[in-house]
């Protein structure tokens, strides 16, 4: 059994990564881990007794997220699966995480060079569902003989575009949730067979 | 749940073991056709060609993230002890 002590401290721990990425969703990820020590109500030092270093932190914290995504796309390449659930369950997470999505992409290339990869590690295992789906639709004749590859960018090349350009598209709310059905619908009939 | 030591995919199934066998420690995809764990060499060479083809990266740039993601792996763990 875990000690009061033990307890008290995965509490703070969670309290910090859940506030980090509250702000960094929000102001993104130049944001200081001296604020969020502030929003989190513990002192500076805390954030560093649970997390050795800003890198140690923004690789929990997007590696927290990667998790989610992972999690729910294992189970999606199993042959019951098709491509409308696989797409439906990768907006899903993507509705529930936009604000911090969106600071992940569009900052990106202005992260530590570790945590870039850890993006990098993620984008390679949705990948991997992707094309385990897209060849088997592919062997069945139900989709297009086009690269996978262009396949895969195309779909994330249609999100993203919605999601950078989200003050015309969505002022007032979230731009994925409005779009999701048309996004999805159009890519399904452009790759269909 | 298990997580394949050589590439950190998650292996719930008994398909994502190598011939079904779930004592194994590494995925259906870092085993070789007789089921002995693929080598260093062939798994970067492996995980680069596969992130190639699934996003159309550069080779380079694809050799990094597969390196990268393998520094992360308890199978390689003695490949960059140097560092």
Known sequence: ?193 | MKVCVACGMPMEKKTDFPGGDEQKDYCVYCARPDGTMRSFEEAKTGMTKFIMESQGFDEAAAEKIAVNSMKRLPAWKDQFSHE
């Open chain 1, 1 to 193: 059994m875990k000690s009061k002590r033990e307890i008290q401290k995965e509490s703070t721990r969670q309290k910090i990564i859940d506030t980090a990425y509250r702000i960094y969703a929000m102001e993104g990820f130049s944001s200081s881990t001296a604020r969020i020590a502030k929003e989190a109500g513990v002192s500076h030092g805390t954030v560093f007794a649970h997390f050795q270093s800003l890198n140690d932190l923004l690789e929990c914290i997007i590696g927290e997220f990667q998790i989610s995504l992972a999690a729910e796309f294992h189970d999606m390449a199993e042959s019951s699966a098709s491509i409308s659930d696989f797409l439906d369950a990768h907006l899903k997470i993507l509705i529930d995480h936009e604000d911090f999505y969106l600071r992940l992409i569009t900052e990106r290339s202005l992260l530590p060079e570790e945590v870039q990869y850890m993006y990098a590690d993620n984008q390679s295992a949705i990948a991997h569902h992707f094309n385990l789906l897209m060849s088997r639709e592919m062997k069945n004749g139900t989709v297009k003989e086009v690269p996978v590859h262009m396949l895969f960018n195309t779909w994330f090349g249609m999100i993203h575009y919605y999601l950078w350009n989200k003050d015309f598209f969505s002022p007032d709310e979230p731009v994925l949730a409005r779009y999701a059905e048309e996004l999805k619908h159009t890519f399904l009939s452009l790759i269909a067979k």
